[in-house]
RNA sequence: UGCCCGAUGGUGUAACGGUAGCACGACAGGUUCUGGCCCUGUUAGUCUAGGUUCGAAUCCUAGUCGGGCAACCA
């Protein structure tokens, strides 16, 4: 090991080397581009943490950009969403917000010196015959007729374009690159289109948009990127990235590309979510099933849990499929550090204390967070009734179970050991109400005749819970790749068209429940969350709770070894 | 079909020509007033075939498999 040894993901080791060599003096500036079109979901965060990650880790800064280079996808409701959800994440670009369409002057003025170099023309070939000329991949295309126009003569169609003197799609202005290259990109691509729609900040003012191709490279170059960091589908494209800077003389960030993160039991494509949305398969862009930053928020994951599930997927080119597992472990991992305890009865059935009387009113002191002491304690009142997990009595209990049943005895968690001397049921057979003995000087406990205490379990005093709305989520498909597994299906080569995915919904995915908690449950404010001792992580939901009435959703459950052991025979 | 990219336990990743390691999962045990957390252990991997080398996950060649590219989207 010295100093100069490799180390990281292969991003870092590339900016690491740029640095000992001294290139753009050391500097890293990168940048998150999205296009102001949707949701950022959680293959954002990746890139969104890497990029954003890189520049702090090297002293350098990431720009915050919308690239908004088409008027008619784009929406100025997508540019506030997506600054909510990268601040929410926990990043700062502090002064550098940019806009893509606030370089349409310079990039207007930049394609006009591109035709002045004999380096792109107006065409005017219709689309089929472009498609045409472009030929396949596995052969050459075919120069356009007008690829020798003069450039006089594309400087004045290119400026009556933006004039407005023609319909969409009369015209285009191409890069003049090489139409028998193998990479279908350099064939002379499209760098302006007519459009003339309503831009979300630019108005009515352009009647011809630059394509991605173009505009990218010349952002990144404008903003002095070092380090243009993209996707694996963008590869293709780099040598076109490359062109147009050396083209036009411009400083040269460097393309790298990367892997999108896949993850299990969902679906990530803007497509995909847009579609379930609008057909109402989940409730809006923010329902907590979706892996959307929006909807991950409301179900209570908290920001840093998704960090540091960034940092352990790594980055790499290859495309692969994570485990929704890991997602589950960072925020387990994180919720259990700082989520606050408090118990909550699911599927209640009635705990008589037989031996405390029925006006009598005990309280005992319970630990807010046993993994962290500066969360202090509060005090609980109970009495004679009990509410307690009917799942936590058994009228004829396995060995393996340690909970409650005849003649059996449990600790109440923080209130007590308790003796089970009775139980009654209804005619259905289901158990109703269980009695019990509450050891009140440890005599029980001392009792050799008392089996041994393995098991805590929770509860809430009948008297004092209340009622609250639960909704337990659960994942949203039931197979691990639901768009890969429709394509296979349907023998699609096109994954993306296939609309089969949506047969492999899980139809558990929301269930709703009621859950009696204890009073304190009730001050937690919107957004506050919570572990139910023995249950799982939820969180007051921000929309639909009311002062003194939450709301929760259920953001993981604890692991619970007891239930996987219960279903594997 | 042409070009480009990739391939390490079930999953995600590390190694940069010199002992294949970590995390998640699964399994077993310990601990515990949450069958949680924590701790210990087990499981299991270099796509194939050649080549270079004292030595290859790593370099080379070929193949296999997977992905990308043929919007006036990004």
């Known amino acids: 090991m010295n100093a100069t040894a490799p180390s990281g993901h292969f991003i870092r080791q590339i900016i690491d080397a740029d640095r000992a060599a001294g290139r753009h003096g050391g500097r890293v500036i990168t940048r998150f581009p999205p296009e102001p079109n949707g949701y950022l979901h959680i293959g954002h965060a990746k890139s969104i943490c890497l990029n954003f990650g890189m520049a702090r880790e090297f002293g350098g800064r990431c720009h915050l950009r919308f690239d908004d280079t088409n008027p008619i996808t784009e929406e100025a409701e997508y540019v506030g969403s997506i600054q909510r959800d990268v601040a929410w994440l926990g990043f700062d670009w502090g002064e550098h917000l940019y806009f893509a369409s606030d370089y349409f002057d310079r990039m207007y003025r930049w394609a006009e010196e591109l035709i002045r170099r004999g380096k792109a023309y107006v065409c005017t070939l219709t689309p089929e015959e472009f498609k045409a000329y472009r030929g396949v991949p596995s052969r050459p295309g075919k120069p356009s007729p007008w690829r020798d126009r003069p450039a006089e003569e594309s400087l004045d169609l290119f400026r009556r374009m933006q004039a407005g003197a023609f319909e969409e799609g ?60 993209c996707t694996l589908e963008f590869e293709v494209h780099r040598p076109l990235y490359d062109w147009l800077l050396d083209a036009l003389e411009l400083f040269h960030p460097q393309q790298i590309e990367f892997a999108r993160l896949n993850l299990s039991y969902t679906v990530m494509s803007k497509r995909k979510l847009l579609e379930l949305v609008r057909e109402g398969k989940v409730a809006g862009w923010d329902d907590p099933r979706l892996p959307t930053l929006c909807g991950l928020r409301r179900r209570g994951v908290p920001p840093a849990a998704i960090r540091a599930f960034c940092d352990r997927i790594g980055v ?30 699911f599927n209640p059935v009635r705990l008589v204390l037989t031996n405390v009387g029925e006006d009598e009113v005990l309280t005992c002191e319970a630990i807010n967070n046993p993994e962290d002491p500066e969360a202090g304690s509060r005090t609980l009142r109970f009495g004679r009734d009990l509410l307690i997990e009917a799942d936590d009595f058994l009228e004829d209990p396995p060995s393996k179970f340690y909970r409650l049943g005849p003649g059996r005895a449990v600790r109440l968690r923080y209130a007590g050991v308790v003796r089970c001397t009775g139980f009654t049921k209804d005619e259905a057979g289901a158990v109703t109400e269980i009695q019990a003995e509450l050891d009140r000087d440890g005599s029980i406990e001392a009792d050799p005749a008392t089996p041994r205490i393995r098991a805590t379990i929770h509860w809430v005093s009948g008297r004092d819970a209340v009622e609250v709305e639960a909704r337990l989520y659960d994942r949203l498909f039931t197979v691990e790749d639901p768009a890969g597994e429709a394509a296979e299906t349907e023998a699609e080569a096109e994954a993306d068209t296939s609309a089969d995915y949506k047969r492999f919904l899980n139809p558990d995915s929301l269930r709703r429940v009621t859950a009696r908690v204890e009073p304190s449950v009730t001050d937690l404010p919107p957004g506050a969350s919570v572990q139910f001792e023995r249950t799982g992580y939820f969180c007051a939901d921000p929309e639909d709770s009311r002062p003194g009435r939450p709301v929760f959703n259920r953001t993981a459950t604890l692991r619970d070894t007891w239930a996987r052991k219960a279903t594997q025979k």
């Not at 990144?220 to 070092?226: A, H, N, P, W």
């Not at 485990?323 to 408090?342: F, K, S």
């Open 316 to 345: 790499t080119k290859y495309e692969s499929l994570t485990d929704v597992a890991l997602l589950e472990h960072c925020i387990r991992d994180e919720l259990n550090r700082t989520a606050p305890r408090r118990m909550a009865v």
């Open 170 to 229: 009369a015209y285009v202005l191409r890069a003049r690159i090489d139409m028998a290259s193998p990479n279908l990109h350099m064939r002379d691509p499209v760098i302006y289109r007519i459009r003339k729609a309503s831009h979300h900040r630019t108005g009515d003012r352009w009647n011809v948009y630059p394509m991605y191709d173009y505009a990218h490279c010349l952002e990144d170059s404008i903003e002095g990127v070092t380090h243009s960091l």
